[in-house]
């Protein structure tokens, strides 16, 4: 079997159980996944949903596509998670969602933000894409609001090569989310409502039951490389990872932003890690209310937003770091002065 079949089904099993939902949808992308979780919603033209504008775009775009409006809120400067106050202040008549992403690892205050979403009826969806395994108050990410959406993009903390899955505990959103995938399809020709052809394969399915066997060892490894850097970076005028106390970040990825101290220019920077045999990323360089997509006029509306997108700097944090490379990465950013 090639198309989705039982390596599919024991998949959606097993990550469900992993997240503590009572379902989950094998998806073909990550992308897909927030798409399909807002049509479950039917969430639509007219609507507007809040999602915050450090991110990667697809968490804006899939609301584009849905035919609804993203709403920019701006993110925490220390923790770069969607700010529950901003949120609460860009809440219209219209709103009908929010947003929230667990970026680079790290969960956002899922329950700050769904304190806003409950009294107004919102659905709260979680972006889980960078969050395989994350912790929020003890609880795994993906189980927490009405969908969880998660990619297997071959960067991922797990992959498929290309996947995704949405889990939810709402039997309702489970039976749309299957026919949404499936070209909205109840039985055999017969199409009940508009859907697409979002499947999972078997062969994609096969691989993300290894590597969810793997995920836990996967996270340990980045969370002993990055606590390696946080005990061994000392260059001045550097900001190390902020960890907000009620979360295990799993460190999608390993992301530092450069202060007014610190002596050189970003790009001066990565030039000089690239001399020394350090590769590095910038996540993100344009947030997404800057997009050209998305281009808002006038002031800044999401400041922080902007000003994380001029100082930010991932360095490399995957599990097949050895410590001799963990410690080259070290002695190389230590040596600016």
């Not at 090639?2 to 997240?19: H, I, M, P, T």
């Not at 035919?67 to 700010?83: L, Q, R, S, W």
């Not at 490399?316 to 990465?329: D, I, Q």
Request: hydrophobic residues 40%.
């Amino acid at each position: 079997m090639l198309a989705s079949g039982e390596r599919v089904g024991e998949f959606e099993k097993k990550f469900a159980d992993y997240c503590g939902s009572a379902h989950a949808v094998a998806i073909n992308n990550g992308t897909a996944a927030l798409h399909a979780a807002l049509l479950a919603a039917d969430i639509g033209q007219g609507d507007e949903v809040i999602v915050p504008a450090f991110s990667f775009i697809a968490t804006a775009t899939a609301v584009s596509m849905a035919g609804a409006k993203p709403v920019f809120a701006d993110v925490d400067p220390e923790t770069f998670t969607i700010n529950p106050g901003d949120v609460e202040e860009r809440v219209t008549g219209k709103t009908r969602a929010v947003i929230g992403v667990h970026l680079f690892g790290q969960p956002f205050d899922v329950d700050a933000v769904r304190d806003v979403c409950q009294p107004r009826g919102l659905k709260l969806i979680e972006d889980a894409a960078q969050a395989h395994g994350a912790l929020y108050k003890g609880k795994k990410v993906g189980g927490l609001g009405d969908f969880g959406c998660f990619s297997f993009y071959a960067t991922k903390n797990m992959i498929t090569g290309e996947g995704g899955m949405v889990t939810t505990s709402d039997a309702t959103y489970n039976e749309r989310l299957r026919l949404i995938i499936n070209h909205g399809q109840s039985e055999k020709y017969l199409h009940t409502r508009l859907g697409y052809n979002y499947r999972m394969t078997d062969i994609a399915a096969a691989i993300g039951l290894v590597q969810l066997e793997k995920l836990e060892g996967f996270n340990h490894s980045r969370r002993q490389n990055a606590a390696y850097f946080d005990s061994h970076i000392s260059a001045k005028g550097l900001a190390l990872p902020k960890v907000a106390p009620y979360t295990r970040h799993v460190y999608h990825q390993y992301v530092l932003r450069l202060t007014e101290k610190f002596p050189m220019s970003r790009q001066a920077f990565i030039d000089y890690l690239r001399g020394e045999g350090v590769g590095t990323a910038i996540h993100y360089p344009i947030p997404i209310h800057r997009q050209p997509i998305y281009q808002e006029n006038g002031p800044d509306t999401c400041p922080v937003s902007t000003a994380l997108s001029t100082s930010v700097l991932s360095l490399p944090v995957h599990p097949l770091l050895e410590r001799a490379e963990l410690a080259h990465v070290c002695d190389a950013v230590n040596r600016v002065k």
